[in-house]
């Protein structure tokens, strides 16, 4: 039975049909237009925030706003709603400037402008609506993700994406362009920091709130010379980090779900991550994130997985009767996992280059940090 996604009333009854014991909330803008409120209505254990906490991802500006409310170390910020008022706030930010259009944007609503005129193109191609106009913060990126019950916060793993659609960090932002498992430069003492600092305070604001927060809570942090800073939330698992992270969970993962949707989490052993490395490239169909090319044929993919360690999830796919074939921006997720970070990547970059999908492209320096890392590591 098919049912829109976004229809409260109709998942609902589908979970109550099915007799539910747990519903999963994926994508973003369910969670924002309220199915996890209609699902608890009917009864149902719901990993996902209410439509309230949801709008952590859901609004930019109410982030912001709740940042300042409750001490927790953000970028500096103007809310605007107009064009006009946008170009103004400009000036009190200096270049390069971050321009947020102020709702879900799958991932690609930011611009961050290195020079005044592509601020006012972001500012332009916004036009009247809704946004924040925000300092531009120095430092290393890096997602941090926390499973919360309402109450209860812990830790879960740490990633970090590659948002741009070129090389070495370059070009438009996209939805993201590939990410990695954990992330080593959010050190245990930073993890900690941003735990104490960032997501803990913004738990206990939602629950003074009376709209409490239960999921999965993922904080995009700058790592600045002043410590972790929050850049935004996800209140998801969101791609690619999510298929970076997963493979490392070890343990019945649907009962760490259920105790979060259940308001367990402080009864359970706490969630356990193999050491391994996991390595998630994005293969994506040309024009992406602009207009991506449809159709394509998609052959080998059988050839990816015999590489030890990989899986390829399907993003923007349809099997038709000639085969399968790319109907979507980011079109697969190759994922290797290893003992050592250069041999999880090695082995992702492997697995793509079996797959015959000639409309496709990626990025071929996902990881790029750690290389350089590694090189300077070896150095005399």
Same mark, same amino acid.
């Not at 909330?25 to 209505?41: M, N, Q, S, T, Y």
């Not at 500096?76 to 000036?91: F, K, M, Q, S």
């Not at 590659?162 to 245990?188: F, I, W």
């Given at each position: ?7 409260? @009333? ?5 979970? +109550?049909?099915? /007799? ?19 699902? +608890? ?37 103007? @809310?605007?709603?107009?064009?006009? *008022? ?28 290195? /020079?005044? #005129? ?31 019950? &309402? ?42 920091? *941003? ?14 709130? +009376? ?40 343990? #019945? ?45 998609? @052959? ?15 993003? &923007?796919?349809?099997?038709?009767? #000639? ?5 979507? &921006? ?51």
């Amino acid at each position: 039975m098919a049912v829109d996604p976004c229809d409260a @009333r109709a998942v609902a009854d589908l979970a +109550r049909e099915r /007799s539910a014991g747990l519903v999963v909330i994926g994508p973003e803008a369910p969670l924002v237009a309220g199915v996890g409120d209609a699902l +608890r209505e009917a009864g149902c254990a719901v990993f996902g925030p209410n439509a309230a906490a949801a709008q952590l991802e859901g609004s930019k500006g109410f982030t912001k706003d709740l940042c300042g409310a409750n001490g927790i170390p953000t970028a500096g910020y103007v @809310r605007v709603h107009t064009a006009a *008022a946008a170009r103004h706030a400009l000036g009190q930010f200096g270049i390069p400037v971050v321009i947020k259009a102020d709702g879900l944007a799958a991932g690609k609503g930011v611009t961050v402008a290195m /020079s005044r #005129d592509e601020a006012e193109a972001a500012i332009a191609a916004a036009g009247d609506g809704p946004m924040v106009i925000e300092e531009f913060l120095e430092g290393e990126e890096a997602s941090l993700f926390a499973l919360v019950d &309402g109450e209860t916060a812990i830790p879960l793993a740490s990633a970090q994406d590659h948002k741009r659609v070129g090389e070495g960090d370059t070009g438009p932002n996209t939805g993201g362009m590939g990410a990695y498992s954990p992330a080593p430069v959010l050190t245990p003492q930073l993890e900690q920091q *941003a735990m104490d600092e960032i997501v803990r305070p913004t738990v206990r604001a939602l629950a003074a709130a +009376r709209t409490p927060f239960s999921g999965v809570l993922y904080a995009g942090l700058m790592l600045t010379s002043e410590g972790p800073k929050l850049i935004e939330y996800n209140v998801r698992f969101g791609d690619p980090e999510c298929e970076a992270i997963m493979p490392r969970i070890e343990g #019945d993962f649907a009962e760490l779900l259920h105790a979060v949707a259940t308001g367990r989490l402080a009864q359970i052993e706490p969630p356990q991550l193999s050491n391994d490395y996991a390595v998630t490239v994005i293969v994506a169909a040309r024009g992406y994130p602009g207009t991506p090319a449809s159709g394509g044929s998609i @052959r080998a993919i059988e050839a990816a997985e015999q590489v030890p360690g990989v899986t390829v999830s399907h993003a &923007g796919t349809e099997l038709t009767p #000639d085969g399968l074939v790319a109907k979507g &921006g980011r079109v697969l997720a190759i994922t290797a996992t290893a003992a050592s970070f250069a041999n999880a990547r090695a082995r992702a970059y492997r697995a793509v280059d079996q797959i015959d999908f000639s409309d496709g492209f990626c990025r071929t320096d996902i990881g790029w940090r750690e290389l350089q890392r590694a090189e300077l590591a070896a150095s005399p």
